[in-house]
């Protein structure tokens, strides 16, 4: 009988381990289990992202704008600029045609003259 009560006693130390060991894992279960579940972001740090994203994206609109205008502006200036290519182009053919004209004269006279 003695050796039952010993094995009975090992037994019993055994199951109150065991017991203290689920104990123990199911509480590191849960600790690990909040710290899963809390949040990667606080509030404060979504605020400040929010905050950040809506200023990027003012100075994209800003510097699109930006561009659009000077878009606009290069536009406009390269149809001034033909514009006056042409006035010069019409002048530069008056002048060639009154030159050809001139010359004809000449031609005229010295066929005249002969």
């Known amino acids: 009988m003695d050796r039952c009560d010993k094995q009975d006693k090992e037994l019993m130390e055994i199951k109150t381990e065991f017991g203290n060991f689920k104990k123990e894992v199911s509480k590191k279960l849960d600790e690990l289990f909040d710290e899963v579940r809390k949040p990667i972001i606080t509030d404060r740090q979504m605020a400040s992202l929010i905050l950040s994203l809506v200023v990027y994206l003012i100075f994209t609109i800003n510097y699109i704008s930006?561009?659009?205008?000077?878009?606009?502006?290069?536009?406009?200036?390269?149809?001034?600029?033909?514009?006056?290519?042409?006035?010069?182009?019409?002048?530069?053919?008056?002048?060639?045609?009154?030159?050809?004209?001139?010359?004809?004269?000449?031609?005229?006279?010295?066929?005249?003259?002969k």
């Open 66 to 113: 930006g561009n659009n205008f000077r878009s606009i502006s290069n536009e406009n200036s390269i149809i001034k600029s033909n514009l006056e290519s042409t006035k010069k182009d019409e002048k530069m053919m008056d002048l060639l045609i009154e030159i050809k004209s001139i010359v004809d004269k000449n031609e005229g006279r010295k066929e005249v003259n």
